[in-house]
């Protein structure tokens, strides 16, 4: 049974990282000793090592470990073995490259259909999409594919923003991307304003 | 001899179709009696169609003639003998898939690279860069490269925005998302903030 949460962002402004979810976090790895850590959307360039560093510390204060998918010398086995799972922010293309180069995309999304609890922020919740064609961020790096695992029947636009009335800038709004996105597809498109996520226990899919 | 101007936009907020450009247009298409068209960046879904209409009536005031590339034909051949040439602005995705699909990438790089004026505004000043990694939009559509014309051995980010100090929303800053950019790729990137454009004159290249 899948038991996904995949939240629009990992820090609200002014807050310490993951802190608005912690309440929510602590039910969702209850049973849980040790998260394999997924820091391939590598923010701001960000090392694997340094990332994961920094979850790390964050979930030692819960009591749970965490390892860097990175560290493991058969990423697929570590997959397929993990207890949990997270998948950080960062770029979307980087992350989606990496998974599907590594052939990790349909073992991930195999492992968290089996009930693997699977925790995304930002990057990590577009990727629980049917596929990657929402997101906001920087075309950096090619894909083979913008593919995705596709655990709702939806894509996702994290960090979701309202139009701004005020603006006198003519980059296009968020709605207008997506409006855009909706003329050469029939996907539909949740966004996630800042501080929200989704839940997905089995069949149901809630906010 | 290279002839052309890549612009920001082609609208300032409050002001009308290209009117910023109007004088600098006036002089650029100077010899010109007819302009071929790119609409395949098709901002907001907009039809080939509506689109040119919209770039032909604005250039009717200027005693130009406009053509669709989508009119015609044998767009290579359209391409090949063009006098002048536009893209407008949109989706860089869809308009990089379109080009690469109809194998008019190399061919538009050619004609621009013989001499022919160019015009391009958003979208269509970014496929003068060395790719088309620095845009800000969105995945819409899966191109099957990311590579542009190159007309200028950098990348352009269409309206660049100085990060806004104030800003309590947690999406990356433009200035973090080319950062993230220079992590994985060595080509120089220039911002084109609302209002400027690139000139450039055989191997003359200013703002």
Request: glycine share 10%; proline share 5%; no cysteine.
């Amino acid at each position: 049974m899948k038991n996904s949460i995949l939240a629009s962002t990992s820090t609200l402004f002014g807050e310490e990282y993951l802190a608005y979810l912690q309440t929510e976090l602590k039910a969702f790895f209850k049973e849980v000793a040790e998260i394999v850590f997924i820091p391939y959307a590598r923010p701001g360039g960000i090392s694997h090592e340094a990332y994961t560093q920094k979850v790390r510390a964050v979930f030692a204060q819960m009591g749970i470990g965490v390892k860097g998918l990175h560290e493991f010398e058969n990423p697929v086995a570590a997959l397929n073995s993990a207890k949990a799972l997270f998948t950080g922010g960062g770029n979307t293309f980087l992350l989606v490259k990496q998974l599907h180069e590594l052939g990790l995309m349909s073992v991930l999304k195999a492992a968290v259909e089996k009930g693997v609890p699977y925790l995304g922020t930002s990057a990590g919740s577009n990727i629980g999409g049917v596929n990657m064609q929402t997101t906001n961020d920087m075309p950096i790096v090619y894909p083979p594919s913008f593919e995705t695992m596709g655990l709702v029947p939806f894509n996702l636009n994290a960090h979701y923003l309202d139009p701004d009335p005020s603006s006198t800038h003519n980059g296009e709004t968020r709605e207008t991307r997506i409006k855009e996105f909706h003329v050469f597809n029939d996907i539909p498109v949740v966004g996630l304003r800042e501080g929200s996520w989704i839940r997905i226990k089995g069949t149901e899919i809630s906010t």
